[in-house]
């Protein structure tokens, strides 16, 4: 078990198990690590974080329930919902940038994580999919946007957040114009 904060840093159970007779330090770091979870005042996040666009929860939840009913129109909601002008919430970005990545691959141009399971959608609706090619950038600038829940979780680091913009950046030129 692993409890992320940016308050408490990183705190593993497992750290813990390894060591002979230490059941009762077990129990004390499971209660500490709850108290620090619970008790951190910023925000706490958990779960698949990475870089690149297929290193987050967000976004192979949606390739997995994609992949149980895929349709064009399912990536055109996922780009939609990230151009309103709201706030853009991590979830919806995370979505965003997979529905993205989507498009790119029928432009010729997949991700190195793209599930291989999208190759058959992708070629049967390739011409769908590059007609989205213009609103899958208007998402991705939105999703770098200072209205982006995104953006501000990458940015309380200066160095994850240049990595981060860059792979962003990377899925943008990759949905370029040129590309068609």
Same mark, same amino acid.
């Given at each position: /078990?692993?409890?992320?904060?940016?308050?408490?840093?990183?705190?593993?159970?497992?750290?813990? $198990?390894?060591?002979? +007779?230490?059941? /009762?330090?077990?129990?004390?770091?499971? &209660?500490?690590?709850?108290?620090?979870?619970?008790?951190?005042?910023?925000?706490?996040?958990?779960?698949? *974080? #990475?870089?690149?666009?297929?290193?987050?929860?967000?976004?192979?939840?949606?390739? +997995?329930?994609?992949?149980?009913?895929?349709?064009? &129109?399912?990536?055109?909601?996922?780009?939609?919902?990230?151009?309103? #002008?709201?706030?853009?919430?991590?979830? &919806?970005?995370?979505?965003?940038?997979?529905?993205? @990545?989507?498009?790119?691959?029928?432009? #010729?141009?997949?991700?190195?994580?793209?599930?291989?399971? /999208?190759?058959?959608?992708?070629?049967?609706?390739?011409?769908?999919?590059?007609? $989205?090619?213009?609103?899958?950038?208007?998402? /991705?600038?939105?999703?770098? +946007?200072?209205?982006?829940?995104?953006? @501000?979780? *990458?940015?309380?680091?200066?160095?994850?957040?240049?990595? *981060?913009?860059?792979?962003?950046?990377?899925? &943008?030129?990759?949905?370029?114009?040129?590309?068609?």
């Amino acid at each position: /078990m692993w409890i992320q904060s940016s308050n408490v840093g990183s705190i593993g159970l497992e750290d813990h $198990l390894d060591c002979p +007779g230490t059941l /009762m330090n077990s129990r004390r770091a499971f &209660v500490l690590s709850l108290a620090a979870f619970s008790a951190a005042p910023t925000a706490v996040w958990a779960g698949t *974080w #990475g870089h690149q666009s297929f290193e987050n929860d967000g976004a192979l939840d949606w390739i +997995g329930e994609f992949l149980e009913h895929p349709a064009v &129109v399912t990536v055109q909601r996922a780009l939609s919902q990230a151009t309103t #002008g709201k706030y853009l919430d991590s979830d &919806v970005g995370e979505h965003a940038i997979a529905a993205a @990545e989507v498009v790119a691959a029928s432009l #010729g141009r997949p991700a190195k994580g793209l599930s291989p399971k /999208m190759k058959p959608f992708v070629s049967k609706h390739r011409k769908e999919l590059q007609t $989205l090619a213009p609103l899958a950038r208007s998402a /991705m600038k939105a999703v770098r +946007g200072p209205r982006s829940e995104l953006r @501000e979780r *990458w940015s309380l680091h200066a160095d994850d957040l240049a990595t *981060w913009e860059g792979a962003v950046d990377s899925l &943008v030129s990759r949905l370029s114009a040129s590309a068609i």
